[in-house]
């Protein structure tokens, strides 16, 4: 069987930090016997088509090199709101998608196509649908389910879940969003998995250290800020606790400047993203992840790559986060406000067994149900019924 997979989003090159869960993705279908092509957008300095491990790497031009960087610097949508003047290249990136998509199924007997994120691709899946007539599966991940439902962008939506074959989530909290949406298509809920060899607990448990972790955009939608005023706190009652956040974005600077003018720099430690490769000892090092999200995660996938690790988590338990991150069990769900956030980070830095008990729960949480084999099965039988 052939599956064509078309993503905004894509590791530039093996051991990439971006977005790696969806190569994950590709590596445990092809172990299932698919053909896997891979379409995703062209950037400075990439090849226009590679083979990784068996699977066909195609990028689309959408403009002259220089210009092409729509993509792979924090998401299609987040980049868009950075630098709205990048709208203006959205035309050609959404035109030479969909152009190439199409030259792939015309000329490759492609026999189904899975579209990661609901945009740009329910702009022209209609059209997409009518000129190709194989079945057509969406998968989405957070900030593309939230779109769905707003504006114009609902109006395209409602039209593409009409005519899809699938529909597949990363959580029950996201299928409750499209609710008055999915009435005509079959919906799964499928999250990514991780890979549970490569992220494992080290030889010492979460107690032994006094670290925070974080790790994800810096971007104040995601809390980083109240993460800083937490962490103010929680050194004042535990001298000895350290915060490492590991990240980019536009916030950057403003943190900086934030842990200079609270005098933590000997406390606070701010690193640019690592490759994927030295993620799991990160979580490794860490006492506890904090996941202080101020808007509804589809799942936070950091927090299961933690929780692989055995470390637990505190986070304010929004969307799909109270999924994964069980309250007194994998981790602590606090009130969205200071307070709360930095005395669940005192809890457990102070509390030896119950660090070391939640990161155990945690790590049996994510064998028993993010482990890839099992979520690869669960896309395959999906994709071969509706062929």
Known sequence: ??????????????????????????????????????????????????????????????????????????????????????????????????????????????????????FPACFWLRRFKAKTGIPIVLTGHGTDVRLAIAGLFRFFAHRSLAITSALTLNSDYMKGILKDLITHTTVEVIPMGVDTERFKPGIESPSKSKRILYIGRLIEQKGVGILLDAFCEVIKKIPEARLEIIGYGPQKEYLVDKIGDANLFNAVKISDPVGYDFLPEKYRSARVLALPSLIPEGLGMTAVEAGACGVPTVTFGLGGTSEYVINEDTGIIVDKNKKALAEGMIRILSDDALADRMGQNARQSTLERYLWPVISEKFDRLFRQLI
């Open 1 to 118: 069987m052939k599956l064509l997979v078309v993503s905004t989003s894509f590791p530039m090159r093996p051991g990439d930090s971006l977005s790696p869960f969806l190569w994950e993705y590709c590596l445990g279908l092809k172990d299932r016997g698919w053909d896997i092509t891979v379409l995703v957008p062209h950037h400075t300095g990439l090849k226009l088509e590679e083979n990784w491990e068996n699977i066909n790497i195609k990028r689309f031009k959408y403009l002259p090199e220089r210009y092409e960087n729509l993509a792979y610097s924090g998401g299609l949508m987040p980049g868009l709101r950075r630098s709205p003047l990048k709208g203006l290249k959205l035309p050609f990136y959404i035109y030479s998608m969909y152009s190439e998509a199409l030259r792939i199924i015309s000329s490759g007997g492609i026999d189904i196509v899975n579209f990661h994120w609901l």
